[in-house]
């Protein structure tokens, strides 16, 4: 993946764990103190996204830091261990509503590390 | 069959109240099931997807809340996963339901309803709530239902529910008979004609400390009620309350001689995660 692919993959990651969020852009530069046009333009790609920022940025959205970075995948997969033990009734609901579960499931952010992996 | 439903209610009572007692909750008032979740370790998330609730089991535990279902349905879905939760459950899908989940013969979800049904509905908080403004509940009509079902943060049906399946105090054909009326039905009986997506009803016996609203919904106040917030817009004066409709996304305090209540005004059909529902926003 060339640079610039690896930040507009990037971007879109941030507006889509955004809007999963309920927040406006507005919100989120009042909670990373920013002005807001910095906010719009990490979404568009134009702007270089710190570490310090990303790490940020997971912990408002509660959401994963490889999952905005791009690195870990948009699904779930239905075989995954975390959800085996639902994958039968899983199988109930409808193809779209799976799928977005499967995604929902895919952002979050897992705290089963040893402590001081994790930021905050 | 029914000796063992009995028995895993009366499991799922008492585990609501150890619940309560964890939290440092008293086991009478209504409660926020949102905050009671996070000091219970669990993540709520409201999502746009077509399901009941969803509990994951794992480092965090998280519930995730369909969007698309009435307000209170949410709260009464978010206290049913909280029961896998408390119980040790694993993974596990809700899907939608038409009602509460009362004739499910998983031990699970019996259990899960149950711990849901006392959780937001405790018997001692439930018999004040009638006891209080003297109403008998066997006899006590729509709308007065409707006015506790507002206090406690739950909805209509799942109060005759709970009030005739777990607590015995009304008879199944006073159940009956209260449900042909629709809470719509209650509201326009009340207000006439409205556009309201829902209706809580506030009077000066409710003990809630906070209430969930989101944008196009309606509460009903005592007159003499006073607001410090802009969340809320006046929608109509009758003679003894005042209506005002929730629009806009925040916290409103409502103070009277009775009472303080926190409002908290969610966007409608809220997804993100809960402690965002009613945060304001700048850009509007």
């Given at each position: ?46 702007r270089k996204v710190s570490a ?69 | ?66 969007a698309h279902r009435p307000l ?89 529910t709970h009030l005739s399946m ?119």
């Open positions: 993946m060339s640079e610039s692919e690896r930040r507009r993959l990037m971007a879109s990651r941030i507006k889509d764990a955004r809007l999963a969020a309920g927040l406006s852009q507005g919100q989120v530069a009042k909670l990373m103190a920013l002005h807001r046009p910095s906010v719009t333009e990490m979404e568009a790609g134009n310090d920022e990303i790490r940020k940025l997971a912990n408002i959205f509660d959401v994963s830091p490889s999952y905005l970075l791009g690195e870990s995948p948009d699904m779930l997969a239905i075989d995954d261990p975390k959800i085996q033990l639902a994958a039968r009734e899983l199988q109930k609901l409808e193809p779209e509503a799976l799928d977005k579960l499967l995604h929902a499931l895919a952002m979050f952010r897992n705290d089963d590390k040893p402590k001081g992996e994790n930021d905050n | 069959m029914v000796a063992g439903r009995r028995s895993i209610i009366l499991n799922a009572a008492q585990a609501a109240s150890d619940a309560r007692e964890q939290a440092s909750l008293d086991l009478v008032d209504p409660i926020d099931v949102y905050a009671l979740a996070s000091a219970l370790n669990t993540r709520v998330r409201f999502v746009d997807i077509d399901m009941e609730g969803f509990y994951f089991k794992g480092s965090p535990a998280r519930v995730l809340l369909s209170p349905r949410r709260a009464f879905t978010c206290a049913h996963e909280l029961g896998h939760h408390w119980f040790g459950h694993g993974t596990t899908m809700d899907e939608l339901q038409t009602d509460d989940r009362s004739d499910s013969e998983n031990p699970n979800e019996i259990l899960a309803n149950g711990f849901a049904s006392f959780l937001l509905m405790p018997t001692i908080g439930i018999r004040r709530a009638f006891n209080a403004r003297g109403w008998d509940i066997s006899k006590a009509g729509p709308l007065q239902m409707l006015t506790v079902a507002s206090e406690f943060g739950v909805g209509y049906e799942t109060l005759l777990m607590l015995k105090d009304l008879p199944p054909n006073r159940r009956a008979e209260l449900e042909k009326t629709k809470p719509k039905k209650i509201r326009k009986n009340l207000l006439g004609e409205n556009d309201l997506t829902g209706l809580t009803i506030l009077d000066s016996h409710q003990q809630a400390k906070t209430i969930e609203l989101e944008i196009g919904r309606g509460v009903v106040l005592p007159k003499g009620t006073l607001l410090d917030g802009n969340s809320l817009t006046a929608a109509g004066t009758f003679p003894t309350f005042d209506l005002y409709r929730a629009t806009k996304r925040g916290l409103t305090t409502a103070k009277n001689a009775a009472w303080t209540v926190e409002l908290r005004i969610a966007p409608t059909k809220f997804i993100g995660p809960a402690q965002y529902r009613y945060l304001e926003d700048p850009d509007e």
